[in-house]
């Protein structure tokens, strides 16, 4: 009390401090950046390599499985996925919430180390990273029709020098961009008539070239470096190239083609059906996207200017979803203020209602100031945990400004007041706090993906809740002593209190069967309400991006893919005006299934709409929002779509499925984005000892989903791949001595393209590779002249059979087991994963029992995961709050009756949503753990009034004087989550169900504050209806 006593008697002192806090917090809001989701911090090591010409099958023998077992035993490792396709692999590494990850990753490379031993003597040594999360900034598409693809890389490569000296931007990426190599083709024909050797030749080109340091002389007072000049420069010099081959001098045009070109790049991209060069922007942790956007901006206008041959297009613009989402959240919270100052004015008075007020921006800035010096950033979660905890911010200051207000009344002096109604409330409300802050306090005990997304709202709910707590104690008192006059319009609230008194005379009369009403009715009521409702783990919500995704033939060009991306791309873009469509961009050679698998293939293809936003229809939204956030733009253009992504998902559909039959492609859906840490609605994988069995039982799990009402789409990982010829020798080769080592090692120089030297170019290291000129040509293969080394020559195809081959494309396993994959998608506004995955069980328990191995991903796996920590979290915030009740009440059975409240309050939750008409979701249950502390406040208010009292004229006027208080912070509180509740929009619909929780929640819990608790004080100290 001394030093709060303190603070309101150096007036300066405080206005001082309140002032510097307030700058503080508005300069905070300047430099924290922004962004429309929170980073989630990826756990994982990322083990990657590759055997060029190498079958996913055979790189998992010769390679993978060595690994595997190296990492195996290594501590700190959770799950080993691993995928393997032709030519490369990724072992993804998911590590355990307490493992070290730099320690981990240290092991892990020792680890490969170790097993360098089993691996090709000329295979790369696998690489070992911690795999971070990009935060996507933009992209910007260089196209033109007078530039080839190599002028618009160069230019692509200056414009990302010119970014990457921006502040806070972390990387360029340059989507079409390939290294320039030195393509050597090799005819065989003229290498035979020279009458030399091709492995001769190949180490004759690999010494055409030296890059490295030959040495140094340290003469004195002369220091000298040694190099070469690195090879020829020209094509034409490359071609003039002496080589000493077998004793012979020859030209190298004489015998090779010679090209000096851009690598053929991996993938193939347009925007907007234009042939393109991407440049795609990711900024740093501590870069603000809004001001990186603008900056942006700015260049490319600038550099449309300086180079009028290109069209410059900047699309995928995250800074405009995140500054519209943003004001509205704000504007949402300024409404909430307002509507709580008119509700306390009207309720109470003016004057209380204005310090009360004064007070919120305080609260906030604590919270900001705290979020931005621990790294956290400003987005759409941390934005909503604030507008959560708005109408739970004011009580503390309701109370504390009630009090004195009281005592000023009672007509003593102001200063004297101050100081009694604040000193009586220390305890009381800061108690109150802690247990709204002890149920929040449990959702740290969440792990992995779901902790990092959600952990936001209970550390800006307890931030926010302490600097209330402040703000009551040290700065609302001078408020108060400057503001507060007595008998100053007050409310009068004797009507209602009267009618408030006469219904619990009734209750208390028969307090016994109206308690075993309470017992049985609210339980069996809630009962019945969680069976009316779903569960599914996030919210559906409107976004701005739908993909379409789609599979030719593995043998496709990746030109011819490029094409039919394209045309389907011009399709969607003549429905531009009519889907809300801003831009589409599509890229050939790599794809996300729609399963979410990443998948790289010259058939593979993925194009991309970026939607405008939906049309706002409610009044909020559309007229008080944009004067609130002081745009006054009513007419925003970015909001001019009328088809959610659901029905614009339907209706894309149909354009594109004519394009499945003219081209005969494997696979086209359009997909929608998924939110958070959930990737796919179902996957299921499946694994066992008999491959054919496990084939059959996808089958049969696929025909079944495909019958379930809601399901959408059904996919599996189960593409086969490319042909591919074993060679055996047969008996006619072994009688010739000819074994199998020999006839690879030979084969490998003709029709495996290889790097045989280096050398500098303009842009740094450029490779030499080699081909063989016919190597694309099967004939050249079954009609290889092998050399027996006599002068003679026999074909291949006499001397080996050819055993035709075709596995998967992919090889997927899950800790060192082979497994194989099945997907589906659905429509949530019909059905839930868990709907689906229950109508499908009675299949999947069959299949166990035949020793089929099925484990259960996506969102189910969520569910489970949260299931699990959600138990331990609720025993914890209960005990907690026992605890601090306990602190206040001597007797554990006055704990116990608050305590009460908790789960009966639930059934208020879930009548919310029923109303509502949403199912019941994650932030569902973090809004019920939040309700608990919320709810226990008022009965707190209620208790502590009704305690001690034995006689029914004191426990009806206690009673009677807890009913302002309660009416109040429960209505200040519902009100400040009003417009998530109901006007919820965009990306802020995924916390909308916290709100419903909290809000309705409290609504039916202020009903069971102000009748039952009261109800089951008097049936437990026998206290009965007044005569």
């Given at each position: 009390m001394r030093i709060i006593e303190y603070f309101i008697t150096n007036k300066r002192l405080n206005y001082v401090l309140l002032l510097f806090i307030l700058i503080a917090g508005i300069s905070t809001y300047r430099e924290i950046p922004k962004e429309l989701f929170p980073d989630v911090t990826l756990n994982m090591i990322d083990v990657s390599g590759g055997y060029a010409g190498s079958s996913a099958k055979t790189l998992d023998k010769m390679a993978v499985r060595d690994i595997e077992d190296a990492i195996e035993g290594i501590s700190g490792i959770k799950t080993t996925e691993t995928i393997i396709v032709p030519g490369r692999f990724d072992i993804i590494l998911t590590l355990s919430d307490d493992a070290d990850p730099i320690d981990v990753l240290s092991k892990v490379k020792d680890a490969i180390a170790g097993s360098r031993q089993y691996l090709p003597a000329d295979m790369t040594e696998p690489v070992a990273t911690l795999l971070t999360r990009k935060r996507d900034l933009l992209s910007i598409s260089l196209s033109s029709e007078q530039l080839s693809r190599e002028a618009l890389v160069a230019i692509a490569k200056?414009?990302?020098?010119?970014?990457?000296?921006?502040?806070?931007?972390?990387?360029?990426?340059?989507?079409?961009?390939?290294?320039?190599?030195?393509?050597?083709?090799?005819?065989?024909?003229?290498?035979?008539?020279?009458?030399?050797?091709?492995?001769s030749l190949l180490h004759a080109i690999s010494n055409l070239s030296y890059i490295y340091p030959v040495g140094n002389i340290e003469q004195p007072g002369n220091y000298i470096f040694l190099s070469t000049v690195h090879g020829k420069q020209s094509e034409e010099a490359w071609r003039e190239a002496r080589l000493?081959?077998?004793?012979?001098?020859?030209?190298?045009?004489?015998?090779?083609?010679?090209?000096?070109?851009?690598?053929?790049?991996?993938?193939?991209?347009?925007?907007n059906t234009l042939d393109n060069v991407t440049l795609k922007v990711y900024k740093s942790s501590e870069g603000d996207a809004i001001r990186l956007s603008k900056e942006l901006n700015q260049l490319v206008e600038t550099l449309r200017h300086d180079y009028p041959d290109l069209i410059i297009d900047l699309y995928h613009d995250s800074s405009i979803p995140i500054k519209k989402r943003l004001d509205v959240i704000t504007s949402n919270i300024i409404f909430g203020l307002i509507l709580i100052f008119i509700t306390m004015a009207l309720l109470i008075n003016l004057r209380i209602a204005t310090i009360v007020t004064l007070g919120i921006p305080f609260s906030f800035a604590i919270g900001l100031i705290f979020?931005?010096?621990?790294?956290?950033?400003?987005?759409?979660?941390?934005?909503?945990?604030?507008?959560?905890?708005?109408?739970?911010?004011?009580?503390?200051?309701?109370v504390v400004a009630e009090n004195i207000q009281r005592y000023i009344d009672e007509g003593v002096e102001r200063h004297t007041?101050?100081?009694?109604?604040?000193?009586?409330?220390?305890?009381?409300?800061?108690?109150?706090?802690?247990?709204?802050?002890?149920?929040?306090?449990?959702?740290?005990?969440?792990?992995?993906?779901?902790?990092?997304?959600?952990?936001?709202?209970?550390?800006?709910?307890?931030?926010?809740?302490?600097?209330?707590?402040?703000?009551?104690?040290?700065?609302?008192?001078?408020?108060?002593?400057?503001?507060?006059?007595?008998?100053?319009?007050?409310?009068?609230?004797?009507?209602?209190?009267?009618?408030?008194?006469?219904?619990?005379?009734?209750?208390?009369?028969?307090?016994?069967?109206?308690?075993?009403?309470?017992?049985?009715?609210?339980?069996?009521?809630?009962?019945?309400?969680?069976?009316?409702?779903?569960?599914?783990?996030?919210?559906?919500?409107?976004?701005?991006?739908?993909?379409?995704?789609?599979?030719?033939?593995?043998?496709?060009?990746?030109?011819?893919?490029?094409?039919?991306?394209?045309?389907?791309?011009?399709?969607?873009?003549?429905?531009?005006?009519?889907?809300?469509?801003?831009?589409?961009?599509?890229?050939?050679?790599?794809?996300?299934?729609?399963?979410?698998?990443?998948?790289?293939?010259?058939?593979?293809?993925?194009?991309?709409?970026?939607?405008?936003?939906?049309?706002?229809?409610?009044?909020?939204?559309?007229?008080?929002?944009?004067?609130?956030?002081?745009?006054?733009?009513?007419?925003?253009?970015?909001?001019?779509?009328?088809?959610?992504?659901?029905?614009?998902?339907?209706?894309?559909?149909?354009?594109?499925?004519?394009?499945?039959?003219?081209?005969?492609?494997?696979?086209?859906?359009?997909?929608?984005?998924?939110?958070?840490?959930?990737?796919?609605?179902?996957?299921?994988?499946?694994?066992?000892?008999?491959?054919?069995?496990?084939?059959?039982?996808?089958?049969?799990?696929?025909?079944a989903l495909r019958n379930v009402p809601g399901v959408t789409g059904v996919s599996d990982n189960l593409q086969y791949g490319k042909m591919e010829y074993r060679l055996k020798i047969n008996d006619y080769g072994e009688s010739l001595g000819i074994?199998?080592?020999?006839?690879?090692?030979?084969?490998?120089?003709?029709?495996?393209?290889?790097?045989?030297?280096?050398?500098?170019?303009?842009?740094?290291?450029?490779?030499?590779?080699?081909?063989?000129?016919g190597k694309d040509m099967l004939s050249r293969l079954e009609n290889f002249d092998y050399p027996l080394g006599d002068g003679r020559y026999v074909k291949l195809k006499e001397i080996a059979d050819f055993i035709k081959t075709r596995d998967f494309m992919q090889i997927k396993k899950r800790d060192g087991e082979m497994v194989k994959t099945v997907f589906a998608t659905i429509d949530k506004r019909q059905t839930t994963a868990n709907d689906v995955l229950d109508q499908i069980d009675p299949l999947l328990k069959s299949l166990e029992k035949e020793g089929i191995g099925i484990k259960l991903f996506g969102e189910k796996e969520k569910n489970s995961q949260l299931a699990t920590e959600m138990k331990k979290a609720v025993v914890v915030a209960l005990f907690l709050i026992l605890l601090a009740l306990l602190l206040i009440f001597s007797k554990i059975k006055y704990a116990l009756m608050v305590l009460s409240i908790i789960p009966f309050s639930i059934m208020g939750a879930l009548a919310g949503h029923l109303f509502l008409g949403i199912n019941l979701t994650m932030p569902s249950i973090i809004g019920i753990l939040g309700l608990a502390g919320v709810v226990v406040n008022d009965g707190i208010i209620m208790l502590d009034f009704l305690h001690g009292t034995h006689d029914a004229k004191s426990f009806f006027e206690r009673?009677?004087?807890?009913?302002?208080?309660?009416?109040?912070?429960?209505?200040?509180?519902?009100?400040?989550?009003?417009?998530?509740?109901?006007?919820?929009?965009?990306?802020?619909?995924?916390?909308?169900?916290?709100?419903?929780?909290?809000?309705?929640?409290?609504?039916?819990?202020?009903?069971?504050?102000?009748?039952?608790?009261?109800?089951?004080?008097?049936?437990?100290?026998?206290?009965?209806?007044?005569?």
């Open positions: 200056r414009i990302k020098s010119r970014i990457m000296h921006m502040q806070d931007i972390a990387e360029v990426r340059i989507f079409g961009d390939s290294d320039e190599e030195i393509l050597i083709r090799i005819d065989t024909d003229a290498v035979s008539a020279y009458g030399i050797s091709q492995e000493k081959v077998d004793g012979k001098m020859i030209r190298l045009g004489d015998v090779a083609e010679v090209t000096r070109r851009l690598a053929q790049t991996a993938t193939l991209s347009s925007f979020l931005y010096y621990t790294g956290y950033t400003i987005n759409i979660v941390s934005l909503l945990g604030a507008l959560i905890v708005i109408g739970i911010v004011v009580d503390d200051a309701v007041a101050v100081l009694r109604g604040v000193k009586e409330m220390v305890l009381p409300v800061t108690l109150a706090t802690v247990t709204t802050i002890f149920a929040f306090l449990p959702l740290f005990m969440l792990s992995g993906e779901i902790a990092h997304f959600i952990i936001l709202i209970p550390i800006v709910v307890i931030m926010v809740l302490i600097g209330s707590l402040i703000e009551s104690f040290f700065f609302l008192p001078l408020h108060a002593e400057e503001f507060l006059k007595r008998g100053r319009n007050m409310v009068d609230w004797r009507p209602l209190q009267q009618k408030y008194e006469a219904a619990l005379q009734f209750i208390i009369r028969y307090k016994k069967s109206f308690l075993l009403l309470f017992l049985v009715g609210i339980p069996v009521t809630t009962i019945l309400l969680m069976k009316q409702l779903h569960f599914q783990f996030f919210p559906t919500f409107d976004s701005r991006y739908l993909y379409v995704t789609g599979r030719l033939d593995i043998n496709t060009p990746i030109e011819t893919t490029h094409q039919v991306a394209k045309e389907i791309e011009k399709a969607l873009l003549a429905h531009k005006e009519e889907f809300g469509i801003k831009s589409v961009s599509a890229v050939a050679g790599s794809r996300t299934t729609m399963g979410g698998e990443s998948e790289q293939d010259n058939g593979a293809f993925y194009i991309t709409m970026e939607l405008y936003d939906l049309k706002v229809r409610d009044w909020i939204n559309r007229y008080f929002n944009p004067i609130l956030n002081l745009s006054f733009n009513f007419d925003d253009p970015e909001l001019r779509r009328e088809i959610t992504t659901y029905d614009l998902a339907k209706r894309l559909q149909e354009v594109i499925e004519p394009f499945k039959r003219r081209y005969h492609l494997e696979e086209l859906g359009v997909r929608q984005r998924h939110v958070g840490v959930i990737r796919n609605d179902i996957k299921i994988n499946f694994s066992g000892d008999d491959e054919k069995r496990v084939m059959e039982a996808l089958e049969q799990v696929k025909s074994s199998e080592g020999e006839v690879a090692r030979l084969l490998s120089g003709y029709f495996l393209e290889r790097r045989q030297a280096l050398t500098f170019g303009h842009e740094g290291v450029v490779e030499i590779r080699t081909e063989e000129i009673a009677v004087l807890r009913l302002r208080p309660i009416l109040i912070t429960s209505i200040t509180t519902f009100l400040g989550l009003f417009t998530l509740i109901f006007f919820a929009t965009g990306q802020a619909v995924i916390l909308q169900p916290i709100a419903v929780s909290i809000g309705f929640g409290l609504l039916w819990g202020t009903v069971l504050n102000l009748f039952y608790l009261p109800t089951l004080y008097a049936v437990v100290n026998r206290i009965e209806r007044e005569s």
